[in-house]
């Protein structure tokens, strides 16, 4: 079958830096989601990756394994406003999306 | 309006009413999606519409019904829910369902099945 997993629950500090991970067994790979989710708001895209390697946007980077099945998303200089759901999604072989259950980050001042 | 609209943002309803749930898209995709959110559970398809047809039925139970008039709407029609049902429903839009495929999602409807 079809899995993505990710930490359910993760706790940083403001200012900080913290990485969450996300890895993925699916029929085929057409790329690798990260989306952020605000409670009670609608899932905002992040981030893209395909091919391997690190992607760096702002404070938010995404890297990529395809041979370890493995994505992470760094969040650096964590703001209050960082607090939210960070959801990894893989496109399987018929371009559709297999989503984890997402990670709640919480932030600490 | 911009991006994805869902109406309405709050529905309560009892086991035995109909109703439905309204999405519209204005960024001219081709594609739309209906999804059930439930907590701490991952995001799961329901229904997916391209140019109007729908291509996906991931084992819905027929209490959901979804209808997409055109390109830049799409409605789910509630019928005979159960309790279980309860959960955030995100529609969602992309320019095509092939290919790199961005989903933009609408902020979804909270219901609540007594």
């Known amino acids: 079958g079809q899995n993505i997993d990710q930490p359910t629950e993760m706790t940083a500090t403001e200012g900080a830096i913290v990485q969450i991970n996300c890895t993925y067994q699916t029929s085929g790979f057409n790329g690798l989601f990260w989306y952020q989710q605000h409670a009670g708001e609608a899932p905002t895209f992040l981030s893209y990756?395909?091919l391997d390697g690190l992607e760096e946007k702002g404070r938010f980077s995404s890297f990529l394994s395809r041979s370890k099945g493995y994505s992470y998303l760094l969040l650096k200089e964590l703001q209050m406003k960082d607090s939210a759901s960070y959801l990894c999604a893989v496109m399987d072989s018929n371009y559709q999306l297999i989503w984890g259950a997402g990670t709640k980050l919480i932030i600490k001042p | 309006e911009t991006g994805v609209t869902q109406t309405p943002r709050h529905l309560v309803m009892g086991m035995t009413n109909k109703k439905s749930l309204k999405c519209e898209q204005h960024?001219?995709?081709?594609?739309m999606y209906w999804y059930k959110q439930s907590a701490k559970k991952p995001l799961e398809l329901m229904f997916v519409y391209n140019f109007k047809e729908q291509t996906e039925n991931n084992s819905v139970p027929s209490r959901f019904s979804p209808e997409c008039p055109n390109s830049s709407h799409l409605f789910l029609h509630l019928h005979t829910l159960q309790p279980e049902d309860s959960a955030l429903y995100l529609c969602?839009?992309?320019?095509?369902?092939?290919?790199?495929?961005?989903?933009?999602f609408g902020p979804g409807t909270r219901l609540t099945v007594l």
């Open positions: 990756n395909v």
């Open positions: 969602a839009s992309s320019l095509r369902t092939s290919d790199y495929n961005e989903q933009f």
């Open positions: 960024l001219g995709h081709n594609a």
